[in-house]
T-cell receptor, first 111, second 111 residues
Framework: GDSVTQMEGPVTLSEEAFLTINCTYT??????LFWYVQYPGEGLQLLLK?????DKGSNKGFEATYRKETTSFHLEKGSVQVSDSAVYFC??????????FGAGTRLTVKP | SQTIHQWPATLVQPVGSPLSLECTVE??????LYWYRQAAGRGLQLLFY??????ISSEVPQNLSASRPQDRQFILSSKKLLLSDSGFYLC??????????FGPGTRLTVL
């Protein structure tokens, strides 16, 4: 079945550092790919998405490119802020059956 | 715009007691609806999904059940809670490009 593997955390960075969180997937068809962010005690918020190969999703300085040849969707940000501290989830969906999520990566940004 | 509500926000229940969590969606009709569980420090596990009234699919055999008595209402239930049912329960609805939008969640502690 479909699955998502993402980089184990936690990740600790200094403010203004470069961020990469790796995500790879296994799917039988052509999934849509997503990154979600979860702040403490809250539900998940959609951060960005890509629906087909070579699409680049972007939002709030975060970017991820749908790479079909490497089955990857790595999350990047050029300069992180303290307010980016959260748990990040990579996910895929192929239709109405529901999403498959990675285990989540906790990011802590220190001033 | 669409909004999704969950209640209660937090719940502490003894082992063996019943459970009822409610989710309602506003601003859309005939949504696909989902229940996920997030155990402490872990990713999200899909529990149930529904494509219409009284149409429920279960992903994993559980001590839980789901019902959809109305178009925009999705209920998660249990007759007898186990310690392992503790977690953060999230309801979601599916939008046009397979992205899902999540409610604020219910934190359940079984003692």
């Amino acid at each position: 079945g479909d699955s998502v593997t993402q980089m184990e955390g936690p990740v600790t960075l200094s403010e203004e550092a470069f961020l990469t969180i790796n995500c790879t997937y296994t799917a039988t068809g052509y999934p849509s790919l997503f990154w979600y962010v979860q702040y403490p005690g809250e539900g998940l918020q959609l951060l960005l998405k890509a629906t087909k190969a070579d699409d680049k999703g972007s939002n709030k300085g975060f970017e991820a490119t749908y790479r079909k040849e490497t089955t990857s969707f790595h999350l990047e940000k050029g300069s992180v802020q303290v307010s980016d501290s959260a748990v990040y989830f990579c996910a895929l969906s192929e239709g109405y059956q529901g999403m498959r999520f990675g285990a989540g990566t906790r990011l802590t940004v220190k001033p | 715009s669409q909004t999704i509500h969950q209640w209660p926000a937090t719940l502490v229940q003894p082992v063996g007691s019943p459970l009822s969590l409610e989710c309602t969606v506003e601003g859309t009709s005939n949504p696909n609806l989902y229940w996920y569980r997030q155990a402490a420090g872990r990713g999200l596990q899909l529990l149930f999904y529904s494509i219409g009234i009284d149409q429920i699919s279960s992903e994993v055999p559980q001590n839980l059940s789901a019902s959809r008595p109305q178009d925009r209402q999705f209920i998660l239930s249990s007759k007898k809670l186990l310690l392992s049912d503790s977690g953060f329960y999230l309801c979601a609805w599916r939008a046009a490009f397979n992205e899902q939008f999540f409610g604020p969640g219910t934190r359940l502690t079984v003692l």
